[in-house]
Protein backbone atom coordinates (compact mmCIF):
# COMPACT_ATOMS: atom_id res chain seq x y z
CA UNK A 1 0.00 0.00 0.00
CA UNK A 2 1.65 3.60 -0.90
CA UNK A 3 1.49 6.24 0.98
CA UNK A 4 -1.17 8.36 0.07
CA UNK A 5 -0.47 11.96 -1.19
CA UNK A 6 -2.29 13.83 1.60
CA UNK A 7 -0.64 11.98 4.64
CA UNK A 8 2.76 12.90 2.45
CA UNK A 9 2.18 16.03 2.60
CA UNK A 10 0.99 16.89 6.46
CA UNK A 11 4.09 14.50 6.92
CA UNK A 12 6.20 17.07 5.18
CA UNK A 13 4.98 19.90 7.01
CA UNK A 14 5.42 18.03 10.25
CA UNK A 15 8.98 17.94 9.60
CA UNK A 16 9.20 21.37 8.29
CA UNK A 17 7.82 23.01 11.35
CA UNK A 18 9.67 20.84 13.38
CA UNK A 19 13.14 21.88 11.79
CA UNK A 20 12.23 25.55 11.26
CA UNK A 21 11.12 26.26 14.70
CA UNK A 22 14.48 23.89 16.49
CA UNK A 23 12.50 21.45 17.45
CA UNK A 24 10.13 23.29 19.38
CA UNK A 25 7.13 22.98 17.18
CA UNK A 26 5.94 19.57 16.56
CA UNK A 27 7.61 18.06 18.98
CA UNK A 28 5.27 16.24 20.52
CA UNK A 29 1.98 14.04 19.77
CA UNK A 30 -0.33 12.36 22.23
CA UNK A 31 2.02 13.34 25.11
CA UNK A 32 4.91 11.60 23.40
CA UNK A 33 8.13 13.09 22.14
CA UNK A 34 8.41 13.12 18.49
CA UNK A 35 11.10 11.76 16.92
CA UNK A 36 12.40 12.48 13.46
CA UNK A 37 14.05 9.92 11.79
CA UNK A 38 16.05 10.27 9.15
CA UNK A 39 16.92 6.71 6.67
CA UNK A 40 18.89 5.97 3.68
CA UNK A 41 16.34 4.95 0.73
CA UNK A 42 17.21 1.37 -0.35
CA UNK A 43 16.02 2.19 -4.08
CA UNK A 44 17.00 6.17 -4.22
CA UNK A 45 19.93 6.57 -1.75
CA UNK A 46 18.10 9.85 -0.75
CA UNK A 47 17.90 10.95 3.01
CA UNK A 48 13.99 10.77 4.21
CA UNK A 49 12.78 12.19 7.23
CA UNK A 50 9.45 10.74 8.98
CA UNK A 51 8.02 12.02 12.15
CA UNK A 52 7.17 9.10 14.59
CA UNK A 53 6.36 8.37 18.35
CA UNK A 54 9.83 7.94 20.20
CA UNK A 55 10.11 6.63 23.84
CA UNK A 56 12.93 7.06 25.93
CA UNK A 57 14.75 4.04 27.32
CA UNK A 58 17.66 4.74 29.14
CA UNK A 59 19.91 6.84 26.34
CA UNK A 60 18.21 5.03 23.49
CA UNK A 61 14.36 5.71 21.65
CA UNK A 62 12.36 3.36 20.60
CA UNK A 63 10.11 3.74 17.95
CA UNK A 64 7.75 1.66 16.35
CA UNK A 65 7.14 0.41 12.66
CA UNK A 66 3.29 0.24 13.32
CA UNK A 67 2.15 1.69 9.84
CA UNK A 68 -1.05 1.76 11.56
CA UNK A 69 -1.63 -1.72 11.73
CA UNK A 70 -1.52 -1.84 7.44
CA UNK A 71 -0.40 -4.98 6.19
CA UNK A 72 3.45 -4.13 5.27
CA UNK A 73 5.76 -2.38 7.25
CA UNK A 74 6.73 1.20 6.81
CA UNK A 75 8.96 2.59 3.82
CA UNK A 76 11.27 3.75 6.51
CA UNK A 77 11.96 0.67 8.40
CA UNK A 78 12.77 -0.96 5.12
CA UNK A 79 15.37 1.89 4.73
CA UNK A 80 16.56 1.00 8.41
CA UNK A 81 16.35 -2.60 7.17
CA UNK A 82 19.06 -2.10 4.71
CA UNK A 83 21.13 0.35 5.87
CA UNK A 84 20.54 0.98 9.84
CA UNK A 85 22.77 4.17 9.92
CA UNK A 86 20.39 7.00 10.73
CA UNK A 87 19.99 10.29 12.39
CA UNK A 88 17.67 11.33 15.00
CA UNK A 89 16.02 14.74 15.77
CA UNK A 90 14.40 15.16 19.43
CA UNK A 91 13.47 18.80 20.48
CA UNK A 92 16.55 20.66 19.16
CA UNK A 93 19.05 18.38 19.43
CA UNK A 94 20.23 15.86 16.69
CA UNK A 95 22.37 12.86 16.36
CA UNK A 96 23.51 9.68 14.39
CA UNK A 97 22.31 6.78 15.33
CA UNK A 98 22.54 2.89 15.20
CA UNK A 99 18.80 1.21 14.28
CA UNK A 100 18.70 -2.18 15.97
CA UNK A 101 15.99 -4.29 15.64
CA UNK A 102 14.53 -5.78 18.88
CA UNK A 103 14.59 -9.55 19.76
CA UNK A 104 11.20 -11.05 20.97
CA UNK A 105 12.06 -10.62 24.59
CA UNK A 106 13.14 -7.43 24.38
CA UNK A 107 10.75 -6.45 21.76
CA UNK A 108 7.96 -7.54 24.47
CA UNK A 109 9.36 -5.54 27.50
CA UNK A 110 9.43 -2.44 25.09
CA UNK A 111 5.99 -2.95 23.71
CA UNK A 112 4.30 -3.70 27.22
CA UNK A 113 5.60 0.03 28.23
CA UNK A 114 5.22 1.31 24.93
CA UNK A 115 1.59 -0.10 25.02
CA UNK A 116 0.81 1.21 28.72
CA UNK A 117 1.76 4.98 27.34
CA UNK A 118 0.34 4.80 23.40
CA UNK A 119 -2.54 2.09 23.49
CA UNK A 120 -3.59 2.75 20.04
CA UNK A 121 -0.19 0.82 19.26
CA UNK A 122 -2.26 -2.33 20.71
CA UNK A 123 -5.18 -1.81 18.10
CA UNK A 124 -2.54 -1.22 15.40
CA UNK A 125 -1.40 -5.03 15.96
CA UNK A 126 -5.12 -6.07 16.43
CA UNK A 127 -5.42 -4.63 12.89
CA UNK A 128 -2.74 -6.79 11.06
CA UNK A 129 -1.31 -10.42 11.15
CA UNK A 130 2.23 -9.10 11.02
CA UNK A 131 4.63 -9.31 13.80
CA UNK A 132 5.02 -4.95 14.22
CA UNK A 133 8.73 -3.98 14.84
CA UNK A 134 9.88 -2.28 17.76
CA UNK A 135 13.40 -0.50 16.78
CA UNK A 136 15.88 0.85 19.34
CA UNK A 137 18.16 3.71 18.34
CA UNK A 138 21.60 3.77 19.91
CA UNK A 139 23.31 6.96 19.73
CA UNK A 140 26.72 6.96 18.07
CA UNK A 141 29.46 9.37 18.12
Given at each position: ????P?F?L???IH?????????K?G????G??V?????R???T???????????????DR???G???G?P??????????ADPN?TV????E??R?K??????E???R?W??I???A?????Y???????I???R????D
Amino acid sequence: MAISPPFKLISAIHVWLFRSSGGKRGSSLNGQDVVLLTTRGRKTGKQRSVPLMGFADGADRIVIGSKGGTPEHPAWFLNLEADPNVTVEVGGERWRAKAVITGDEERERLWTTIVAKAPQFSGYANKTTRKIPVIRLVRVD
